[in-house]
């Protein structure tokens, strides 16, 4: 495949888990909730409305209406759609939409947190995240520095990273484990709970040395493969394992979203696997090219004539 | 660009470690309280003991500290006979959750009894195993639900008040409704606690603890037979933690229980426990209403935020009704038919469960999260709710329970308002979360002067309810600790020679003896056994006059064969009331209603004398 055309392909990839995962949250808005009443519903968000000069009734409705903080909750949804659209329309110049992109991961970002809270501040909620946070970030690093560019490739390493700690925290137990991670495990391989438990502490392990083994050229490719591998699995358990034909819609409007929107847990480290997989290549068939003279002459792919420089 | 690669290692790991520290620094915040095992001294092993007896079969566990390698793992159970301490029995205590079962069958509970429980290492544990009140006129229970234990709205403000209350009051025995233990991984280290902060009344009375779902380590709890769950939430039914987890909770709460009147075993190996506690002459049906109960997700139309909630208020109630969905499930329905029909060394009936029958708050949440209807009550699968309701007022029980956040008094409607049983919701020790009943249209048939919200209403599910009281939080925040968020504790007399029970419910941090202290707007309430089945509609059978004092009557309707119900009367009178224009059978007999004294028996009857000895 030529440079520019693997280019567009990774582009494309980042594309795909940018909107995958807005997607996936948008579902959540509309169809469900955004999880944000635990921010709202306190004390200090009305003291601060208060300071705002609104009233208490305008800020929690009077009981047969709703407040500011009802509306708000419904608006948001029409912004993750909006975001959402963005991942598409994007372009390399299309500056505006890029803020906008930018304003998605804040979004994602104000999401993380209000998790992070309901989760009675466990940091693991918080730092899983930073893969979905980087998401829509990652698309508009790739469009504006360029695909292989440094700053774009470590933050897609940055969001591997955060994502896989925060798991390996969980299943390593760090944190208490949250109880879906042994229950999917043992519904879907059909082992007991002391067995999925002690294959989830291995598999935190491997969370944490994936998140090392990315940092060295020698593994940084099978660390990505792995990842991108065991991210996929780790998001479509949900559906596989709570999903029924007896259930409406066999639950998929349950279950679904909930692999949709971990895209970025498996897309960004194929994308890395992909973009080191290139660039390796590249860095091999330029040391190469010094003693070969063949018609594919390799400095026309050379790093050079990226659209960054890869590390 | 290594000094790139490793200055980002080095920061994430810096930002990782930087965090976790302060996370740690923020365990101390006020807000969520910190939850361990202390290590206690040898001579302290047993942290406290709870018990039971039932049918002359004394069942008590002690809870211990965790063992060290060398320590034995057999306590005795001693009881004072003549100044002597005599061992009754000796229990090999269960690893996992440090409890010791004791068994003592042939139990004379004609007297009370000290006991201490003994563990070799010099630890001691003593109690009193109380007579059982067979003489007292007035049977008092202390009902308790929502044990939060987090400073943010007062959880971590000391339970004296509680003990000194139950003290005045020399309660008989104590329900934990529900949630004793908030903390969804270290049920053992909240256990504890929650003995160290009740044990000291617990240890002298019969206490039951159903454990609720925060117990069993989920935020909701439709337990589907013991499925396993794996959506947030848990509202696809099933168990969020592991089976063994589940059954150590259920081991620490409820081994002490009379035995289970059905025990097979459900789905992950978990064991059942509903049963009956007879004691002081009312009869207890001990309810499990999560266990069996069908999860809603997937199965019903999706109508709010979660699939548990409701919150379209033109939504079609009949739609969530679906073929399949479990309530009390076909073994506790069973059970409670039976029971229902047992008089034996019984004047009352009171049934003990989680949660209550019916959609009971209207706003949840923070202030103002107004919800048509949520599926985690009991009012939802409505016709579980109706069976569980029917087979409940064949006994005229009343229903105590918690769970609500809301203390609240109902009287069920299942064809027509009111003609099913009375419930009283206790409130919340500490209320982590604030519900509110708040009726958009004020209610019908309302006692003069009472509050709008009170009266006859639909719930969210259409189930018909009548409204007595509520004990709603301030809506604003204004301290946000335990009263002005409804917090506070219940308290049911249950008078076995007037037949009258009567509800109260206290606020935290008064002392109920003293004269001046009041309690929630619309408690103290008394009603008697019989308004647990007296629907308006209905005419009297005409007076019967036993030869025998307090008989036991059932009515069967001639044309159905159904047992309309079944119960001991309050003297040597009794005008049994039943529906117009239909003809019943009339059984009756000292302890069992086993002699027919009556056919073809209409409402508007005539007087008769009876003899049934």
């Known amino acids: 495949m030529k440079p520019l055309q693997a280019d567009s392909l990774l582009v494309l990839l980042l594309r795909v888990g940018a909107f995958l995962c807005l997607a996936g949250w948008t579902w959540v808005h509309f169809y469900w909730e955004g999880p944000y009443g635990v921010l709202l519903w306190k004390d200090s968000s009305y003291a601060l409305a208060e300071r705002l000069g609104i009233d208490w009734e305008d800020f929690v409705g009077t009981g047969a209406d709703d407040g500011l903080v009802q509306r708000w909750i419904g608006l948001t949804g029409w912004f993750y759609l909006a975001v959402t659209v963005l991942t598409v329309t994007v372009r390399q110049k299309s500056y505006i939409q890029m803020v906008g992109l930018l304003g998605g991961g804040l979004l994602l970002g104000v999401l993380a947190y209000a998790k992070f809270i309901g989760a009675q501040r466990q940091l693991p909620m918080l730092v899983e995240h930073g893969g979905q946070i980087l998401a829509p970030v990652l698309l508009v690093l790739a469009l504006r520095l360029g695909v292989r560019h440094s700053v774009t490739i470590i933050a897609a390493m940055i969001a591997m990273v955060t994502t896989f700690v925060g798991h390996g925290c969980y299943a390593m137990g760090l944190w208490p484990m949250p109880a879906t991670f042994p229950a999917i495990t043992t519904l879907i391989l059909g082992v007991e709970h002391e067995t999925a438990a002690a294959m989830l502490w291995w598999a935190g392990i491997l969370d944490f040395l994936v998140c090392a083994g990315i940092f060295f050229k020698v593994s940084r490719r099978s660390c990505a493969l792995y990842a991108a591998i065991w991210g996929l699995l780790t998001a479509v358990a949900r559906p596989v394992a709570g999903m029924s034909f007896s259930l409406n819609y066999w639950g998929a409007d349950q279950f679904v979203h909930e692999a949709v929107l971990r895209a970025p847990h498996f897309v960004i480290p194929l994308y890395l696997f992909l973009v080191w997989r290139r660039s390796d290549q590249i860095e091999t068939v330029s040391v190469d090219s010094d003693i070969g003279t063949g018609p594919d002459a390799p400095q026309k792919v050379g790093p050079r004539k990226m659209t960054g420089s890869p590390i | ?613």
């Open chain 2, 1 to 613: 660009m290594k000094f790139i690669k490793w200055l980002t290692l080095s920061l994430l790991v810096v930002l990782i470690a930087g965090v976790a520290v302060s996370q740690q620094k923020n365990q101390k915040r006020k807000g969520r309280a910190a939850l361990s095992v202390p290590k206690v001294a040898k001579k302290d092993l047993i942290c406290f003991a709870l018990y039971t007896v039932h049918d002359n079969t004394l069942k008590l566990t002690a809870q211990l500290y965790p063992l060290a390698a060398g320590d034995s793992r057999t306590v005795g159970l001693e009881i004072k006979k003549e100044k002597e301490w005599v061992e009754v029995a000796r229990a090999t205590v269960i690893e996992r959750g440090w409890t010791a079962p004791f068994r003592v069958e042939q139990w004379n509970d004609s007297q009370s009894y000290e006991y201490r429980v003994v563990h070799e290492a010099g630890s001691t544990y003593t109690g009193t195993i109380r007579k059982n009140p067979v003489d007292k006129d007035e049977i008092v229970m202390a009902a308790f639900t929502g044990n939060s234990i987090h400073p943010a709205h007062g959880g971590d403000i000391s339970r004296e008040d509680i003990i000194a209350n139950v003290k005045r009051i020399d309660a008989d025995v104590l329900f934990f409704a529900g949630d004793q233990v908030y903390d969804h991984f270290k049920h053992y280290a909240g256990w504890l606690k929650f003995g160290r902060d009740f044990g000291e009344i617990i240890k002298d009375r019969p206490t039951l603890c159903l454990p609720d779902d925060h117990d069993a380590g989920q935020p909701n709890l439709w337990g589907e037979s013991g499925k396993v769950s794996t959506l947030g939430g848990a509202s696809d039914g099933g168990y969020s933690r592991p089976g063994d987890y589940v059954k150590e909770v259920e081991r620490a709460q409820t081994s002490h229980f009379p035995d289970p009147v059905d025990p097979h075993k459900i789905g992950q190996g978990i064991g059942v426990w509903f049963t009956n506690l007879n004691w002081g002459n009312v009869d207890f049906a001990i309810l499990e209403d999560r266990k069996f109960k069908t999860g809603p997700a997937g199965r019903v139309p999706k109508q709010g935020p979660r699939p548990d909630h409701i919150r379209n208020p033109d939504y079609d109630p009949a739609s969530v009704d679906v073929d399949g969905a479990v309530l009390l499930g076909e073994r506790q329905l069973k059970f409670l038919d039976q029971w229902s029909q047992d008089w034996e060394k019984t004047d009352m009936k009171v049934a003990l469960s989680a949660t209550i029958f019916c959609g009971g708050a209207h706003i949840h949440g923070g202030a103002n999260g107004r919800l048509h209807a949520d599926m985690d009550s009991n009012g939802w699968p409505q016709s579980g709710r109706d069976r569980a309701l029917s087979a409940l007022r064949k006994g005229f029980a009343f229903h105590c329970a918690g769970d609500q956040h809301l203390a609240t008094i109902f009287h069920h409607g299942l064809r027509s308002h009111r003609d099913a049983i009375w419930s009283f919701c206790v409130p919340s020790i500490a209320n982590l979360y604030l519900r509110w009943w708040e009726p958009l249209k004020p209610g019908a048939n309302r006692e003069p002067g009472s509050p709008i919200y009170t009266g006859d209403h639909l719930d969210g599910f259409d189930n018909k309810v009548t409204n007595y009281a509520a004990a709603n939080p301030e809506k604003k925040p204004a301290g946000n600790i335990l009263n002005t968020r409804s917090a506070g504790f219940g308290v049911v007399r249950m008078n076995t020679k007037k037949r009258e029970i009567t509800m109260e419910c206290w606020p935290r941090n008064v002392d109920i003896s003293d004269p001046g202290a009041r309690q929630y707007q619309g408690w103290p309430r008394t009603i008697s056994q019989f308004d647990n089945y007296d629907p308006p509609s209905w005419g009297k059978l005409g007076k019967l006059t036993f030869d025998v004092e307090n008989p036991v009557v059932q009515l069967i309707d001639e044309a159905s064969g159904e047992i309309l119900y079944t119960v001991r009367v309050n003297g040597k009178t009794f005008s049994p009331g039943a529906p117009k224009g239909r003809a019943f059978t009339v059984k009756a007999g000292r302890d069992q209603a086993s002699a027919v004294i009556l056919e073809k028996a209409e409402a508007g009857g005539s007087a008769r004398d009876i003899r049934v000895k």
